[in-house]
């Protein structure tokens, strides 16, 4: 699975070394990054489960545990099965401690406490460790020992109050929207951490959440409510939004240009709407009627017809497309977002790569996703662990 024609040693976190508690989405998709950019990323999981990911989503791969999902989560990493709440368990968490420079984990808040692997106890065992933990609301405050998942952190943070227009109803966005923007969050952390880290000679407390993730992400919505007490949806301008064609759907943003509507007009060939509607105002007041235009001449011809008169015109414009047809677009292949490879268990296996592209370190497949403990002796072996484990049989 290593690409020799890389030097893996030139990796820019090569030699860093980490304790995976995470599982799921948060935690693994923040690592498996970790890991791309060469962390040897040891994933600790519990004997005979592992990852909820394992088998929550796709119980058609029984050996080892591997399935599509979990598998796209965390390629580049080892496996190592340990009861962390024996004594012996706990004993082995604590020498690799000593010999790792970060801990991640995406547990309740509390949890890593309970189980002994609180900052303040791996500090006193490591000063240069560094603690990163991904939580639902924070490790404080009213909601801290709440359960975190993204659609919940969708709900309670705004995002899934807002609609395009006021007639659809609020619905769950589709995508982890929140594990993922936490997960690149946990990964600055870890990185910011790191090189503070080189300053000072020890390290320190990393903590996301969902929550927060989706409150920083609504930055520009929150200044302007703020300030004005108004409600900032890019979704519900006037001039944006997705048209029926006789053969699928597009999705226009009429902005950012000096006069949209009068642009928008002319791709559609009907009369210039502009004089009568000139302003943002009096287009937002009769946002249906701009529209229910619109969408009556957009679905008189083909997709790939209006795309082509609307960027004559310099718009704003695309396809709405499924995920299947954005996998085969040329443009995913160029952009290295692929990532083929033939996996121990499931066999041709196609996953995302990396959305950082880095010219002296391209991304390298070191590790094909682990099966449930298959480095625990190797690991062993590595870190000297021998009597724990010896104790442990």
């Known amino acids: 699975m290593k690409d020799t024609n890389v030097n893996t040693d030139t990796l820019p976190l090569s030699g860093v070394r980490i304790l995976d508690f995470t599982q799921v989405m948060l935690g693994p998709c923040a690592t498996q990054m970790l890991a791309d950019f060469g962390a040897d990323v040891i994933k600790i999981e519990r ?45 082995m968490v604590y020498d690799l401690v000593r010999q790792a420079d970060v801990v991640v ?17 791996l500090k006193t065992i490591n000063p240069r460790i560094i603690c990163a933990s991904g939580t639902g609301f924070g490790e404080k405050g009213p909601y801290a020992h709440k359960g975190g998942q993204d659609v919940l952190a969708q709900a309670m943070s705004g995002v899934m109050e807002k609609t395009a227009d006021p007639s659809i109803p609020r619905s769950i966005y589709p995508t982890t929207l929140c594990d993922y923007t936490a997960g690149m969050h946990l990964v600055q952390g870890v990185l910011a951490a790191l090189l503070a880290r080189e300053k000072t000679g020890h390290g320190q407390k990393v903590s996301v959440s969902l929550y927060d993730s989706m409150i920083a992400m609504q930055m520009q919505e929150a ?12 979704a519900a301008m006037p001039l944006t939004g997705v048209f029926d064609t006789t053969d699928g759907a597009l999705v226009v943003v009429g902005a950012f240009k000096a006069n949209p509507l009068r642009d928008i007009c002319t791709a559609l060939g009907i009369e210039d709407l502009s004089g009568e509607y000139p302003d943002l105002a009096s287009q937002r007041a009769s946002k249906p009627y701009l529209q229910g235009r619109f969408r009556e001449v957009f679905a008189t011809d083909t997709t790939a017809h209006w795309i082509a008169r609307l960027e004559e015109q310099d718009l704003l414009c695309a396809p709405v ?20 490879f033939d996996h121990p268990v499931l066999g ?15 991304l390298v497949l070191r590790h094909a996703p682990p099966r449930l403990g298959e480095h625990t002796r190797e690991v062993i072996d590595e870190f000297g662990l021998q009597q724990a484990a010896r104790a442990a049989e």
Do not use: C
């Not at 041709?348 to 391209?362: E, K, Q």
């Open 47 to 91: 004997p005979g489960a592992g990852d909820l990911s394992r088998h929550f989503f796709d119980q058609r791969s029984e050996q080892g545990m591997n399935n599509a999902v979990y598998s796209s989560l965390n390629r580049n990493k080892r496996s190592m099965e340990i009861d962390t709440k024996s004594p012996i368990g706990k004993q």
């Open 105 to 121: 984990d995406n547990f309740r808040a509390g949890v890593m406490d309970r189980l002994g692997f609180g900052y303040e106890t």
């Open 223 to 234: 200044a302007q409510w703020s300030k004005h007490r108004e409600v900032l949806n890019w």
């Open 321 to 340: 497309r499924a995920l299947g047809e954005a996998l085969d677009d040329p443009q995913t292949a160029i952009n290295g977002m692929l990532l083929d």
């Open 348 to 362: 041709p296996l196609r996953v995302i790569g990396s959305p950082v592209h880095l010219s002296d370190a391209p």
